[in-house]
């Protein structure tokens, strides 16, 4: 199959991904450092295009179709190129899949040229809606996984809740906009019912847009949260700077949040964006729990 039979994929500036994960097989392409990832013995083929069209297609791991038949739960190792003053390193990513609530994405493992290894721990595992944490009083918006690097202050995680009618008032999601999403997600965020202009005070929208995956639509955004002071950052003025991708399936929003303290968004923020841009939902198995699916049950 020719790569023109790729789909089309628009993103801005900031989030712009550096890859893809496809659904859909493409003929291999010669490239100047080909590397093959190893899962369960076995190579498979991933597919990640660059947004600038002057970079060629980097092929290393496995497709998301072929996932689902090769043990969801595994990690697997990727190597991507990062730009940095002046020199190329690798950043290694692994993969991570959620087959409970059907979703993946990749998140930084390392940096060998610097030596610099993420300490990541999983807060939270994978768990359905029903029993996850809930995010506010009204339990709408729950955390269904969550990884945390302490030592960096880096944030990964996942929340599944029901639209907000405040701001999505049309169950058209074809008519959703990417700041009305956020600003849904962000309303059901508060630990507190606050008005509008409350939270903004909290929070504020730097960047939102749109773009079409598999014909489906994810919704992108950047914010800013106000924090309390830390050791670390004394300054009353502390923000967490956050990245994040929503989309929606059955009724509910599912959201991937990526974030870290403002003073170390320059170093961590260009990663954090390749993770948000690779959160795609996935095609159910026979292990994936709706989130409308026996409400009651906390266990």
Not at 63 to 87: C, Q
Not at 178 to 207: F, G, N, P
Not at 272 to 279: D, N, P, R, Y
Request: proline residues 8%; charged residues 20%; aromatic residues 10%.
């Amino acid at each position: 199959m020719a790569v023109a039979a790729l789909p089309t994929l628009k993103y801005h500036h900031s989030l712009s991904p550096s890859f893809v994960i496809f659904g859909n097989n493409a003929q291999s392409m010669p490239i100047s450092r080909n590397r093959k990832a190893q899962l369960s013995g076995k190579s498979r083929k991933i597919v990640g295009c660059s947004s600038n069209p002057s970079r060629p297609c980097l092929q290393d791991g496995i497709l998301r179709r072929d996932l689902m038949f090769l043990g969801l739960s595994s990690s697997l190792s990727l190597a991507f190129p990062v730009l940095g003053a002046g020199a190329e390193e690798e950043l290694k990513m692994d993969l991570f899949v959620d087959e409970t609530n059907a979703y993946s994405y990749l998140y930084p493992k390392a940096l060998p040229s610097d030596k610099f290894v993420f300490k990541w721990v999983e807060s939270r595992k994978p768990e359905r809606y029903s029993s996850a944490a809930p995010l506010s009083p009204d339990a709408r918006l729950r955390i269904v996984s969550e990884r945390v690097d302490f030592i960096d202050n880096l944030i990964i995680s996942v929340s599944i809740g029901p639209p907000n009618p405040l701001f999505l008032k049309s169950n058209d999601k074809s008519t959703w906009s990417a700041k009305d999403v956020a600003e849904s997600v962000l309303a059901d965020k508060s630990a507190l019912r606050v008005t509008t202009s409350q939270r903004m005070d909290e929070s504020s929208i730097l960047d939102a847009h749109s773009s079409t995956v598999d014909s489906e639509p994810y919704w992108s955004y950047e914010y800013l949260v106000r924090k309390s002071p830390t050791e670390m950052a004394p300054s009353s003025n502390l923000y967490r700077h956050f990245v994040a991708a929503t989309a929606e399936r059955e009724g509910y929003l599912y959201s991937l949040n990526a974030s870290t303290l403002s003073m170390q968004w320059e170093k961590m923020g260009p990663f954090l964006e390749k993770t948000v841009a690779s959160f795609r939902l996935l095609p159910p198995t026979e292990n994936y729990v709706p989130p409308y699916k026996d409400p009651w049950r906390f266990w």
